[in-house]
């Protein structure tokens, strides 16, 4: 996070490559990890994730998604079973440990590779009070 520009929010984006299937395929074993990526990254959740499964008629993309809104944004992940692969988003107006989630996400996914992104949302929002 920028220390000398406000910023609106920060958003993580993180693909993970290379995930045991098991670790991809199973509802509970997802659930129990966003529950524990909320408390690791100090968020509140606002009602239960919910997880479905999609797109079994593609190989490529067949997996769940989940979608937890927490209460200064959300967190989606998409599970891709069939490639071992893992694409998530956490978006928070609150500000979060990128490190600790990242962390907290290898735990439950055992990932070989793992590319991480971070936006920081808003910045314009300074320039635009000021304007005002």
Known sequence: ???HQPIWGQHLILDL?????ERLIDADHL???VKDLIETIKMKAYGEPQLEHFAT?????AGYTLLQLIETSNICAHFAENL???Y???FSCKTF??????ACCRKYFEPEVVESHLIERGK???SLLKAS
């Not at 008629?57 to 993309?61: E, G, L, R, V």
């Open 17 to 21: 490559a290379g995930c045991p299937r």
């Open 31 to 33: 659930r129990s990890w």
């Open 57 to 61: 008629h593609s190989y490529d993309a």
């Open 97 to 102: 440990d990128n490190d600790l989630a990242i």
């Open 124 to 126: 314009f929002q300074a």
């Open 88 to 90: 998530i988003d956490i």
């Open 84 to 86: 071992g692969q893992v």
């Open 1 to 3: 996070m920028s220390e």
